[in-house]
């Protein structure tokens, strides 16, 4: 019978201890984040093209050329980011991306945004260890200033999350949702 990595098992919303055997590999590629953000934040340069490679270190891929992120910018881990093109993440926002974050073209990202897909159990005795769940930004989507999205959301296309909002649950395509917990605020027509 194969074993299933901990990067599948974490990414697939089980809950890792710890304690785990393979916990070392994921630690490792976490210590890789601390690494490269670090690089990132302390870099001296207006260079985008410098800014995007380094980028590119953490997630593991190259981004496109039309990316552009300011830092100061935070991650636990890296690796599970994927970025579309024309997308735009401004400044001291914070990734926590071990259940996978995907944002797809054309979104805008305003400063100090969270996005955190991983959570702790309730339980007491088990609140150490950590359940992952993936986020999904959905092309045209923007995220306004402050705003934190949960484990397990996706938001729309073209929705907007007012600055913020705490998102708990998935946001309907061309709708703007505000508060917390963030609620549908209105719907957006094509009169825009």
């Given at each position: 019978?194969?074993?299933?990595?901990?990067f599948?098992?974490?990414?697939?919303?089980?809950?890792?201890?710890?304690?785990?055997?393979?916990?070392?590999?994921?630690?490792q590629?976490?210590q890789k984040?601390?690494?490269?953000?670090?690089k990132?934040?302390t870099?001296?340069?207006?260079?985008?093209?410098?800014i995007?490679?380094?980028f590119?270190?953490?997630?593991?891929?190259?981004?496109?050329d039309?990316f552009?992120?300011?830092?100061?910018?935070?991650s636990?881990?890296?690796?599970?980011?994927?970025?579309?093109?024309?997308?735009?993440?401004?400044?001291?926002?914070t990734?926590?991306?071990?259940?996978?974050?995907?944002i797809e073209?054309?979104?805008?990202?305003?400063?100090?945004?969270?996005?955190?897909?991983?959570?702790?159990?309730?339980n007491?005795?088990?609140?150490?260890?950590?359940?992952?769940q993936?986020i999904?930004?959905?092309?045209?989507?923007?995220?306004?200033?402050?705003?934190?999205?949960?484990?397990?959301v996706?938001i729309?296309?073209?929705?907007?999350?007012?600055?913020?909002?705490?998102?708990?649950?998935?946001?309907?395509?061309?709708?703007?949702?505000?508060?917390?917990?963030a609620?549908?605020i209105?719907?957006?027509?094509?009169?825009?």
């Amino acid at each position: 019978m194969e074993t299933i990595s901990i990067f599948t098992r974490d990414k697939s919303g089980e809950t890792i201890q710890l304690d785990d055997p393979e916990y070392p590999q994921l630690f490792q590629i976490i210590q890789k984040a601390i690494r490269a953000t670090a690089k990132l934040n302390t870099l001296v340069t207006d260079d985008i093209q410098e800014i995007n490679a380094i980028f590119s270190e953490l997630i593991g891929t190259k981004v496109d050329d039309s990316f552009f992120i300011i830092p100061p910018f935070y991650s636990d881990f890296g690796e599970n980011i994927t970025i579309g093109k024309n997308v735009f993440v401004n400044h001291a926002c914070t990734f926590m991306d071990r259940g996978g974050i995907m944002i797809e073209d054309n979104v805008l990202i305003g400063p100090k945004v969270n996005i955190i897909t991983t959570n702790h159990p309730i339980n007491p005795s088990e609140r150490r260890a950590t359940i992952s769940q993936p986020i999904i930004i959905k092309k045209g989507a923007w995220i306004g200033v402050g705003a934190t999205i949960l484990p397990g959301v996706t938001i729309g296309v073209n929705s907007i999350v007012a600055a913020g909002a705490v998102v708990s649950k998935d946001v309907p395509d061309n709708t703007i949702v505000g508060g917390i917990p963030a609620k549908i605020i209105k719907s957006i027509s094509e009169n825009y």
